[in-house]
């Protein structure tokens, strides 16, 4: 019987919709499994015994960080951890020979890298599943946790109406690979400078399922959910010009009125408070971003639970 592929985690776009509702009911169960639990308890089936996760990071890192720990604990494996500047990466080492000896000893590998080029090149020689923890191309987990804690609170995203406002960035770009998969619609909002990736775009699922406008009250309009990320993120260097282009898509009380009257607000985290959204916003009743980031632990358990096999 000849061995299976190796099963990577890198982008959205690259899985079909049923591998991805697959994973979210995975994340899903399991989180209602450990219902009262103490969060240090291993689940019941521990399927990860035995195994370990080398999480290698170039970025900073919080929730990241601490959910795919949380996660392999809690499906009763370890984990080593380690920063870019720590190992022979920061000196230089090719990312291929690190790919190789880190195949040599740990069961899967979850890398936050700054390019996404690299995380490929990881994964094209790695004898072991690798994940893509956030690139500067793509965050597929966190998008996971999205759309699971819509589902939460709304049931399934098809057709629904998704709005995200604000810069079209890696966490958006992953947004737009599966939304239209899964039958929603993402109507995303930016300033024309900052416009989504066209290779992205045209990767969306469905014809039709993501449009792009130029006014966040267009683009929130009846949505479902209200989605933004900060204006500013690591390694950008244009600061006072994307403040400036920005200000227009704020998220904030008034802009939030336009949307359903259920809708919910989500940031992936962390938030520049008063510069992409209010307070009145991110702390107010609509806001469900502390759900968001702990479902990043029941999405980090499903997506490696897939990758070790488990979840078809």
């Given at each position: 019987?000849?061995?299976?592929?190796?099963?990577?985690?890198?982008?959205?776009?690259?899985?079909?919709?049923?591998?991805?509702?697959?994973?979210?009911?995975?994340?899903?169960?399991?989180?209602?499994?450990?219902?009262?639990?103490?969060?240090?308890?291993?689940?019941?089936?521990?399927?990860?015994?035995?195994?370990?996760?080398?999480?290698?990071?170039?970025?900073?890192?919080?929730?990241?960080?601490?959910?795919?720990?949380?996660?392999?604990?809690?499906?009763?494996?370890?984990?080593?951890?380690?920063?870019?500047?720590?190992?022979?990466?920061?000196?230089?080492?090719?990312?291929?020979?690190?790919?190789?000896?880190?195949?040599?000893?740990?069961?899967?590998?979850?890398?936050?890298?700054?390019?996404?080029?690299?995380?490929?090149?990881?994964?094209?020689?790695?004898?072991?599943?690798?994940?893509?923890?956030?690139?500067?191309?793509?965050?597929?987990?966190?998008?996971?946790?999205?759309?699971?804690?819509?589902e939460?609170?709304?049931?399934?995203?098809?057709?629904?109406?998704?709005?995200?406002?604000?810069?079209?960035?890696?966490?958006?770009?992953?947004?737009?690979?599966?939304?239209?998969?899964?039958?929603?619609?993402?109507?995303?909002?930016?300033?024309?400078?900052?416009?989504?990736?066209?290779?992205?775009?045209?990767?969306?699922?469905?014809?039709?399922?993501?449009?792009?406008?130029?006014?966040?009250?267009?683009?929130?309009?009846?949505a479902?959910?209200?989605?933004?990320?900060?204006?500013?993120?690591?390694?950008?260097?244009?600061?006072d010009?994307r403040?400036?282009?920005?200000?227009?898509?704020?998220?904030?009380?008034?802009?939030?009125?336009?949307?359903?009257?259920?809708?919910?607000?989500?940031?992936?985290?962390?938030?520049?408070?008063g510069?992409?959204?209010?307070?009145?916003?991110?702390?107010g009743?609509?806001?469900?971003?502390?759900?968001?980031?702990?479902?990043?632990?029941?999405?980090?358990?499903?997506?490696?639970?897939?990758?070790?096999?488990?979840?078809?």
């Amino acid at each position: 019987m000849s061995p299976q592929p190796i099963r990577h985690f890198l982008d959205l776009w690259r899985l079909d919709a049923a591998t991805i509702r697959a994973i979210l009911e995975e994340a899903r169960r399991r989180k209602a499994a450990r219902a009262g639990w103490t969060r240090g308890r291993a689940d019941a089936d521990a399927p990860a015994a035995g195994r370990t996760l080398a999480m290698v990071f170039e970025k900073t890192s919080t929730r990241t960080r601490f959910s795919f720990d949380a996660a392999m604990r809690q499906l009763g494996g370890s984990v080593i951890i380690a920063n870019a500047m720590d190992m022979q990466l920061g000196r230089g080492e090719p990312v291929e020979d690190t790919a190789r000896v880190l195949s040599r000893m740990v069961d899967a590998v979850m890398i936050r890298a700054h390019r996404h080029d690299d995380l490929e090149r990881f994964a094209q020689v790695a004898d072991v599943p690798v994940i893509n923890g956030l690139t500067d191309r793509s965050h597929p987990c966190q998008v996971l946790a999205d759309i699971l804690t819509i589902e939460e609170q709304g049931g399934s995203i098809a057709d629904k109406i998704l709005a995200w406002v604000g810069d079209g960035n890696n966490v958006c770009a992953s947004l737009i690979h599966a939304v239209g998969k899964l039958g929603g619609v993402l109507r995303i909002a930016c300033p024309a400078d900052y416009h989504p990736d066209l290779h992205d775009l045209a990767r969306a699922g469905n014809a039709g399922s993501v449009q792009i406008v130029h006014d966040a009250r267009e683009a929130v309009a009846g949505a479902d959910c209200v989605l933004t990320d900060t204006w500013v993120s690591m390694g950008d260097t244009d600061h006072d010009a994307r403040i400036a282009a920005f200000e227009p898509f704020q998220v904030d009380e008034a802009l939030m009125s336009q949307a359903h009257p259920d809708a919910i607000f989500l940031h992936c985290l962390p938030a520049h408070r008063g510069e992409e959204v209010t307070d009145a916003v991110i702390d107010g009743p609509c806001s469900r971003v502390f759900d968001e980031a702990e479902n990043r632990i029941h999405v980090q358990k499903a997506v490696l639970a897939w990758c070790f096999g488990g979840v078809c």
